[in-house]
Every structure is written in structure tokens, then in C-alpha cells.
């Protein structure tokens, strides 16, 4: 059974910085590949960004291109999103997701899911 543990979320202005981390085992991210994907209240779950097991590809929706970064940690047990210059429309609950094979930007190809961390962004 995958876990997936989300952390980092809060309330912050906007043009503040977040780091959200998504812990797991290393055996998780050494076979499945991870993204992040986002729901604001009455929206459908949305995707954010992904890597692959191998790093060799890394994919984000545009809206957060330029300013978020997905990558994994010094420690290879977590994935991490930082989030820069956030806006209002960043607001979401974010979640991380794991998925064996290829990368889809399709929330409902992705097996595994962490409860998720909000994030809420002021003007």
C-alpha cells in the first residue's frame, strides 16, 4: 500500500512563497511516478505538476509555469512544489498523487492519493 503524507500548506499573501513537501517511502518514488494536483471548492480537481522516477520529465499545467517548481528532496523521500509569487486563484487544496507508467494530466488516471494540505492565498 502506497501512503502519501502532504505538509507545507497555510495562508499567505499574495506574492508570498510556499513549500509544499509529499512524504513517502523511497521505494515509492523509485517506482511511481508523482504529481500534484489542486481542487478549489466547487471545481473539479485540477492538475499542477509532475515528475517522473527518473527526473527525465517534468511536466506543469501553464497557469503555474515560471512560478512553481516541483522536484524531489535532498533526503529522496519526498517530492516537494514550491510556490512562488502566489495569487488568489493559487487558493486550493492541493494534493499529491502516484501513479505507475506514464504521466497523465488526467486526475483520474493517478492511483494513490495523500488527504491533501490547503493553501489559501489573500489579495
Known amino acids: 500500500q502506497v501512503q502519501l503524507v502532504e505538509s507545507g500548506g497555510g495562508s499567505v499573501q499574495a506574492g508570498d512563497s510556499l513549500r509544499l513537501s509529499c512524504a513517502a517511502s523511497?521505494?515509492?518514488?523509485?517506482?511511481?511516478?508523482i504529481a500534484w494536483f489542486r481542487q478549489a471548492p466547487g471545481k473539479e480537481r485540477e492538475f499542477v505538476a509532475a515528475?517522473?522516477?527518473?527526473?527525465?520529465?517534468?511536466s506543469y499545467v501553464d497557469s503555474v509555469k515560471g512560478r512553481f517548481t516541483i522536484s524531489r528532496g535532498n533526503a529522496k523521500n519526498t517530492v516537494d512544489l514550491q510556490m512562488n509569487s502566489l495569487k488568489p486563484e493559487d487558493t486550493a487544496v492541493y494534493y499529491c498523487?502516484?501513479?505507475?507508467?506514464?504521466?497523465?494530466?488526467?486526475?483520474?488516471?493517478?492511483?494513490?492519493w495523500g488527504q491533501g494540505t490547503p493553501v489559501t492565498v489573500s489579495s
Open positions: 515528475i517522473s522516477v527518473s527526473d527525465s520529465f517534468i
Open positions: 523511497r521505494n515509492t518514488f523509485t517506482t511511481y511516478g
Open positions: 498523487a502516484a501513479r505507475y507508467g506514464t504521466l497523465t494530466q488526467y486526475h483520474g488516471d493517478w492511483t494513490f
